[in-house]
């Protein structure tokens, strides 16, 4: 797994990545459930859509819009395996531990963190 702080310095760089924020309906909702229950949701949607060593639809399987875990996992590249891989050196084809699980969440966490919401 890759260091956070670097992680967040190559994600800066990225156009893709960096163009992602919080806004609309899913910073109200953020603000409305606030961040224990949004990273238990994150916690959900990472082992079900990402835990499998081959996910269903790997690439497909994280939508763009209508959670904040979605924008935030675009943003940080824990959207799919691939990304997973390419971003966090968290390789593919073996199910998640719960120590990448803990990694994943810890960089969504930071990311909901550099959010003006």
Not at 4 to 32: M, V
Not at 44 to 56: C, H, I, Q, S
């Amino acid at each position: 797994m890759r260091d956070i702080d670097e992680l967040f310095t190559a994600l800066g760089r990225s156009k893709f990545r960096s163009r992602f924020r919080l806004s609309g309906k899913e910073a109200e909702y953020f603000k409305q459930k606030g961040i224990v229950t949004i990273l238990e949701h994150a916690r959900d949607f990472v082992v079900r859509r990402l835990g499998e060593a081959n996910p269903v639809n790997d690439g497909k399987q994280t939508p763009m819009r209508n959670h904040p875990v979605f924008i935030a996992q675009h943003a940080t590249g824990t959207c799919c395996r691939k990304c997973l891989e390419k971003w966090h050196y968290i390789l593919r084809g073996k199910p998640l531990t719960e120590e990448q699980i803990d990694y994943i969440i810890e960089v969504l966490k930071r990311w909901f963190s550099g959010q003006d919401i």
